[in-house]
């Protein structure tokens, strides 16, 4: 997901890091206390591919491009990151406070952020929280 | 006008919905769980606990159940009519709007 799809969150203040090639911008378990957006380079969540039903092309790794909000969906519905996303290439990375996303994301209507993290559940919920009857 | 949320209790092993009822309402869990049925009905492939919200991107696509809907336990829920949902997207400003259309799609693709 690009970052333009939120306009509302204010990135020009935020805090900058370079990240070496190979080496994990998120790593898996980390808190979901920061949304990254990948400034510059290339990343990839190896395995964390939704299944897109019908259509899905078996491919199961995500890769982010400049201007690529990084596991957002895990962001808003987890209290861990699932996926490592790691540099491919000398990547820039903006790491914003998720306290300040949700001020931003409900400065406007306070059910935009709860009705987010709702549907972003309803996509991520891991596989553990599957049961057998 | 909007309908005013309503409250359900169910029984364990009681259907909520089935699959391919419309799907006009969604629900808060308030006690128990709900259970979100395979096509086989073998698995449950989903779990909704205590203070979870589901059913919103079935009712934004307008759409009906995929998967049928199972009381896991003595199980109470507040069930909101779809037009409560789509009054207050109504009200959102159209970015928040045009983000959670956005991931509804890719939680209940068509």
């Known amino acids: ?133 | 006008m909007a309908k005013k949320p309503h409250d359900i209790r169910l029984f364990h092993g009681e259907a909520l919905f089935c699959a391919g009822q419309p799907a006009r309402h969604f629900f808060l869990v308030n006690s128990g769980a709900i259970c979100i049925l395979d096509e086989a009905g073998t698995s449950a492939i989903k779990q909704f606990l205590p203070g979870e919200l589901f059913g919103i991107p079935e009712v934004m696509a307008n759409g009906e159940w995929k998967n049928t809907a199972l009381a896991q336990g003595a199980t109470t829920l507040t069930s909101f009519a779809a037009s409560n949902l789509f009054r207050s997207l109504d009200e959102m400003p159209r970015e928040q709007r045009e983000f959670i259309e956005h991931i509804a799609q890719l939680a209940c693709p068509a």
Request: net charge negative; charged share 25%; with cysteine.
């Open chain 1, 1 to 133: 997901m690009q970052a333009d799809l939120l306009p509302f969150i204010d990135w020009k203040d935020q805090p900058r890091r370079v990240i070496a090639p190979s080496d994990k911008i998120i790593v898996c378990g980390e808190p979901t206390d920061t949304l990254f957006l990948l400034e510059t380079g290339v990343a990839v969540a190896y395995g964390a591919a939704l299944n897109t039903g019908p259509t899905d092309d078996g491919n199961k790794d995500v890769h982010y491009q400049a201007g690529a909000l990084l596991s957002l969906l895990e962001m808003l519905a987890l209290e861990s990151y699932l996926h490592d996303v790691c540099a491919l290439e000398e990547c820039r990375v903006i790491g914003i406070n998720r306290l300040e996303v949700k001020t931003m994301w409900q400065r406007q209507n306070q059910l935009a952020w709860p009705l987010s993290c709702s549907i972003a559940a309803t996509i991520t919920q891991p596989e553990d929280r599957r049961i057998r009857l």
